[in-house]
Nanobody, 123 residues
Framework: QLQASGGGLVQAGGSLRLSCAASGHRYNGWKMGWFRQVPGKQREFVAVINWNSGTLYYADSVKGRFTISRDKGKDTVYLQMNSLKPEDTAVYYC??????????????????WGQGTQVTVSS
């Protein structure tokens, strides 16, 4: 089970850190991703990390502004979001996948999802 938290309202240029806490399941060997979704649109890939190796991959739209990380001791994945823009406004979801690295931008490759946390960036 995944529990996402840390969303909120922030001004453009500000920062937020999202957390995704895992419980009841060990995610060793999985890839942990963050996606976001606005009403009427499909869930959009943001970033993913390999739980074991720490290998990272980002969407171009967030590269250089967002950082994904994980704390194995706390079974938690983080998304540090800096230099936020109004277009980053969305519900952010964390997910867990066993898919091949080349497929991890596809939400359909994720087996487990957290409940989502709202991020709103005001201009």
């Amino acid at each position: 089970q995944l529990q996402a938290s840390g969303g909120g309202l922030v001004q453009a240029g500000g920062s937020l850190r999202l957390s995704c806490a895992a419980s009841g399941h060990r995610y060793n060997g999985w890839k942990m991703g963050w996606f976001r979704q606005v009403p009427g649109k499909q869930r959009e890939f943001v970033a993913v990390i390999n739980w074991n190796s720490g290998t990272l991959y980002y969407a171009d739209s967030v590269k250089g502004r967002f950082t994904i990380s994980r704390d194995k001791g706390k079974d938690t994945v983080y998304l540090q979001m800096n230099s936020l823009k109004p277009e980053d406004t969305a519900v952010y979801y964390c997910g867990a996948s066993l898919g091949a690295w080349s497929t991890l931008h596809d939400q359909n490759m994720y087996r487990h999802w957290g409940q989502g946390t709202q991020v709103t960036v005001s201009s």
